[in-house]
Nanobody, 121 residues
Framework: QVQLVESGGGLVQAGGSLRLSCAAS????????MGWFRQAPGKEREFVSTISLSGGSTWYADSMKGRFTISRDNVDNTMYLQMNSLKPEDTAVYFC??????????????WGQGTQVTVSS
């Protein structure tokens, strides 16, 4: 049974930082492209960032470039999202996702349950 479990969310003031983690089990982690999406109240889920199978390539939504850093550890089967300079508009539930055999997340095979990030002004 595949599980993606996010952690690290919480309440932070604007300008602060958080580090999200996504622990994967039940799959061959190194064969999956991984990434993050988020969904704010009343809005559609949006792409945040993707990391390639090896971790050598990363992609970000424009509004996250320079503030967020995605990484992965293929030994510990964990993906991370370091979020700096957080803004109130970053408030959302953050989901991790996995898609087999590609370097994009066009159609994730698996989703986590989400972790809430709240940024106060």
């Amino acid at each position: 049974q595949v599980q993606l479990v996010e952690s690290g969310g919480g309440l932070v003031q604007a300008g602060g930082s958080l580090r999200l983690s996504c622990a994967a089990s039940g799959l061959t982690f190194s064969k999956y492209s991984m990434g993050w999406f988020r969904q704010a109240p009343g809005k559609e889920r949006e792409f945040v960032s993707t990391i390639s199978l090896s971790g050598g390539s990363t992609w970000y939504a424009d509004s996250m470039k320079g503030r967020f850093t995605i990484s992965r550890d293929n030994v510990d089967n964990t993906m991370y999202l370091q979020m700096n300079s957080l803004k109130p508009e970053d408030t959302a539930v953050y989901f991790c996702a996995a898609q087999r055999g590609t370097n994009n997340l066009s159609s994730p095979d698996y989703w986590g349950q989400g972790t809430q990030v709240t940024v106060s002004s």
